[in-house]
């Protein structure tokens, strides 16, 4: 038995993060770990091996339908399925090699097994019990199942067994047009495979902006992506390699039939708890079965906190990190802290997808006067020289103050653009400004000033 100032269950982002900083911060720390190695969904099957992919993908897509503009001639590259597989899990090894390097570095012990929680202030992993003055739960999430559809990882899978496919199907379903869904559609269609979305609403991406989803689903299907919306999936039927999923169409209640090789099953994550032994702790849950937190990342029994996709809010690695960062700095008597109203959310499709904040939609709900700055990336120099004229930057500001109150990007690297909106709506700054900052040219960063501009006496370029 050890004993130990904070012991954190789960070394996904929230947990390693967490336990970092409580390291750092003087506390005597360990983290329990299940897998065989740390990181968590994100490194180990999730956040990384889907970029891994969808990176390659990309360039497979880039060689086939731009080199030849560009004037690089040549045959182009043709799938090895294995190689890519490789590359993908190399990419998890050096990442997941890394939190344990970080781990020694800051003198994080690593429990390795399954923990439960017998009482306040004790961690169980196998048959030893070890004592922590805090426990930190970051056990994370699983997919959700839904009715009718039986998981067998070969045929009909999660994101977990999509990501290890023996090869790449020529058909293949996907049920769900969220995030995890497009991405991996995505991944599928630029491969070869014919890929169709069954989606239940009648827009992908719920919760995004109208403006860019329409837009998004456009560009997914002039890439090849076939949706069927309004669809609610009745079930799956699997043979060893092929399956049929089962369909009623909204409008009318008609019954339908889709074959496919594989089928992806991508309707949400549910918060994972299991063995934790949170029953016997009278731990209070929300109506969602997530761990119920106060603003200290607290639950309900004294000394033990929640983070992460076990919790409410988006899940996001990152959203996952902060709070880990903020709940050590709560244990160590700091003033932790986390702004879930600038948390951005990125789909790293091509092209990708970023926002950040309020959308038209919930402006319009909350009644709050706003306005709107639109920069279409076909006036940015850069993006036209890069095939990436598709999307556009929208911003959205106060009507009366130009306070910055969200930001819609979907166009070239919007992942990366939407952050220096990240950091002018923490520092409370107005679309002026944004517009007033000099951006270096060539830049897709312009686009995001030009949108800047936009709200006020309007863009150069456009
Ligand atoms: P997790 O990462 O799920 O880690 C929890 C860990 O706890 C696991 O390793 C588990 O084994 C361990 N554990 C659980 N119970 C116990 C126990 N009793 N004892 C010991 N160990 C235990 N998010 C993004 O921000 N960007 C992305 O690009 C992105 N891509 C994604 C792609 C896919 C395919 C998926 C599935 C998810 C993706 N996510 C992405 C979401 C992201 O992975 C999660 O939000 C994030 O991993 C949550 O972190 P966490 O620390 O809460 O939990
Ligand atoms: P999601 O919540 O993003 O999307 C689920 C989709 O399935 C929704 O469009 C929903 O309307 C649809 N749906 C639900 N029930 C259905 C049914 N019966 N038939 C047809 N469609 C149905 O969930 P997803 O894609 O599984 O992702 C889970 C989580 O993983 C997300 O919350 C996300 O935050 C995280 N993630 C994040 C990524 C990123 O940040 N780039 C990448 C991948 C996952």
Redesign the pocket.
């Known amino acids: 038995m050890s004993s130990y100032d904070v012991i954190i269950i789960g070394a996904g982002p929230g947990g390693y993060v967490a336990a970092i900083r409580c390291a750092q911060l003087g506390l005597k720390t360990a983290c329990v770990e299940g897998r065989e190695t740390l990181g968590g969904t994100c490194l180990n099957t ?2 990384i091996p ?1 970029k891994a992919l969808l990176h390659a993908s990309h360039m497979l897509h880039e060689a086939e339908h731009n080199f030849a503009e560009m004037g690089l001639k040549g045959k182009s590259p043709s799938v090895d399925w294995p190689q890519m597989q490789k590359y993908k899990q190399s990419t998890i090894d050096t990442n997941t090699k890394g939190i344990e390097f970080l781990f020694k570095k800051n003198k994080v012990d690593w429990i390795k097994g399954w923990a439960s929680i017998p009482a306040a202030g004790k961690v169980k992993v196998g048959d030893e019990v070890h004592e922590a003055k805090n426990i930190i739960i970051a056990s994370g ?1 699983e ?2 199942p ?1 009715k009718g559809v039986e998981i067998d990882e070969k045929v009909v899978v999660t ?1 977990t067994g999509a990501l290890e496919l023996g090869k790449v199907p020529k058909k293949m379903v996907v ?9 991996l559609g995505s991944v599928y269609a630029r491969l070869g495979s014919e890929v169709t979305v ?4 009648d827009h ?3 919760g995004m902006d109208a403006e860019v989803s329409k837009q998004f689903q456009r560009m997914l299907k002039k890439q090849g992506l076939n949706f069927i919306m309004g ?3 009745q079930g799956t039927e699997a043979t060893k390699s092929k399956a049929k999923v089962t ?1 009623k169409l909204r409008k009318d209640d008609s019954e339908h039939v889709i074959d496919a090789d594989t089928v992806l099953l ?4 549910r918060p994972f708890k299991d063995g934790l032994g949170l029953e016997v702790l009278d731990i209070q849950m929300t109506d969602r079965g997530q761990i119920q937190v106060n603003d200290h990342w607290e639950t309900s029994v004294k000394g033990i906190y929640a983070i992460g996709d076990v919790i409410e809010g ?4 990152h959203k996952a990190e902060d709070e880990g960062m903020a709940a050590a700095e709560q244990i160590a008597g700091q003033h932790g802290h986390v702004n879930y109203s600038v948390i951005p ?4 499709t091509h092209p990708e997808v970023a926002n950040v904040g309020e959308t038209e939609e919930t402006l319009k709900a909350a009644g709050r006067a706003y306005k709107v700055g639109k920069f279409s990336f076909m006036g940015n120099a850069r993006a036209k020289a890069n095939f990436s004229g598709d999307g556009f930057v929208k911003l959205l500001a106060d009507k009366e103050t130009d306070r910055i109150l969200g930001c819609h990007i979907i166009g070239p690297a919007a992942g990366d653009l939407i952050h220096e909106v990240c950091v002018a709506m923490e520092f409370g700054a107005s679309a002026q400004d944004l517009a007033m900052t000099c951006h270096a040219h060539p830049t897709y960063s312009e686009a995001v000033r030009e949108a800047a501009l936009a709200c006020g006496d309007g863009a150069i370029h456009m």
């Open positions: 999730g956040c889907s999430s997919p959700s839904l994101s049920i769900g047009a969220g995030v995890i869904g497009l991405e069954v989606e239940f609403l992908i991406t719920p669809a609610a999936v369909y991508a309707t949400g994550r988006p899940m996001l690695a959310g990125v789909i790293y």
